[in-house]
């Protein structure tokens, strides 16, 4: 299986600031790579895909770099509204592996 | 509106059985693969299962591998989880999404499975 190394697993942050949230795969992965968003009780949503494309109706705020191994997540001018715990998800092959996630709490 | 609405969940006993539905809308199913995952506090998020869009490629995560069954009825845009022998680590929340490499990549609400007696 390929395994998601994702860091830190919690973050705090002020409105307006900037967080970066990185994955590493165990594996080459090419772009294969979702970022998701879930807030409690409330099931995941699709930020990212391909490592670096905005999903529809998302934010300009969230970006996404990286290929091969490394990948990391961006959230600039940060809105109370991201509080929320951010996933990297690989689909490059089966079984489809996750990051352990980053909680972000905004200040 | 794309969509994916679940329904089944609920309290079963150690060795019991549960089957979970999925139904799609907004969106061309029988063009989609299909995932389960599912999630716990303390294993994250676990993929559990995936069907192709024509139902004829099918695969298992180990951990439910000879227990859980998948299947659709593309006439009706419904995705199943039938799962058997079931135990208290299979509790969790239980999600249906489409494949991670779909556009659009969405997922259904969820629903809690508890395992116990």
């Known amino acids: 299986d390929i395994q998601m190394t994702q860091s830190p697993s919690s973050l705090s942050a002020s409105v307006g600031g900037r967080v970066t949230i990185t994955c590493q795969a165990s594996?080459?992965?090419?772009?294969?790579v979702n970022w998701l968003q879930q807030k409690p009780g409330k099931a995941p949503e699709l930020l990212i895909f391909?490592?670096?494309n905005l999903a529809l109706g998302v934010p300009s705020r969230f970006s996404g770099s990286g290929s091969g191994r490394h990948f990391t997540f961006t959230i600039n001018g940060l809105q109370p509204e991201d509080t929320a715990t951010y996933y990297c998800?690989?689909?490059?092959?089966?079984?489809?592996?996750f990051g352990q996630g980053t909680k972000l709490d905004i200040k | 509106q794309e969509q994916l609405v679940q329904s089944g969940g609920g309290l079963v006993k150690p060795g019991g059985s549960l089957r979970l539905s999925c139904v799609a809308s907004?969106?061309?199913?029988?063009?989609?693969?299909m995932m389960w995952i599912r999630q716990t506090p303390g294993k994250g998020l676990e993929w559990v299962s995936y069907?192709?869009?024509?139902?004829?490629?099918?695969d298992y995560g180990e951990s439910v591998k000879g227990r859980f069954t998948v299947s659709r009825d593309n006439g009706h845009n419904k995705l199943y989880l039938q799962m058997n022998s079931l135990r208290p680590d299979d509790t969790a929340v239980y999600f249906c999404?489409?494949?991670?490499?779909?556009?659009?990549?969405?997922w259904g609400q969820g629903a809690l499975v508890t395992v116990s007696s």
């Open positions: 999404a489409t494949d991670g490499a779909s556009n659009p990549v969405i």
């Open positions: 907004g969106i061309p199913f029988s063009g989609y693969y």
């Open positions: 069907i192709s869009g024509r139902g004829d490629m099918i």
């Open positions: 594996h080459d992965i090419s772009k294969h």
């Open positions: 391909d490592a670096s």
């Open positions: 998800q690989q689909y490059d092959d089966l079984p489809q592996t």
